[in-house]
């Protein structure tokens, strides 16, 4: 029996994934930030002034993704880095003040993809799979 993707939660969540990407990378184009920027954008609007470690712990990515990321953030001006005042190993990563100024627009084009994503769902029908979705990922968190 050949194997159907059209019937694999991996491949179909694969699939989302990059085309969430792609929607949101249309947006955030003009705005000076790319998808793979976005969740440490996210994190540092939340609580800026983070090490690398606190970011890859509430990330989940690898060390070497976000290293790559930051730097690029840097290169692009959303953040800076200074050392850490109680540990010589560590940096802080603040954002600078056209990262904190993006904000709104950021997540206004986030909540655009979304909402490009889930054209035609009912209000009930993405509830119900953005929950099912949060329990996916829970339970790939257990395996």
């Known amino acids: 029996m050949p194997f159907d ?5 991996t491949y179909l969540a694969g699939q989302l994934a990059k ?13 000076g ?3 793979g920027q976005f969740p440490v954008l996210l994190e540092l609007w939340q609580e800026d002034g983070l090490t ?7 990330l ?14 840097e290169r692009d001006g959303l953040i800076r880095r ?3 005042p109680h540990d010589g190993r560590a940096q802080i990563i603040q954002l600078t003040e056209s990262a904190r100024n993006l904000e709104k627009r950021a997540v206004d084009a986030a909540a655009e993809a979304d909402a490009a994503l889930f054209e035609g769902f009912r209000q009930f029908e993405r509830e119900l799979m953005l929950e ?10 257990k395996a």
């Not at 989940?60 to 953030?73: D, G, I, K, S």
């Open 33 to 35: 930030f790319s998808p």
């Open 60 to 73: 989940e990515v690898e060390q070497a993704t976000l290293a790559n990321t930051l730097a690029r953030m």
């Open 132 to 141: 099912y979705m949060r329990m996916a990922i829970e339970n790939a968190r």
């Open 19 to 31: 085309c969430f990407a792609r929607s949101l990378q249309n947006r955030a184009a003009g705005l």
């Open 52 to 58: 690398q470690k606190q970011l890859l712990d509430r």
């Open 82 to 84: 200074e050392p850490h």
């Open 5 to 9: 993707r059209s019937h694999s939660a």
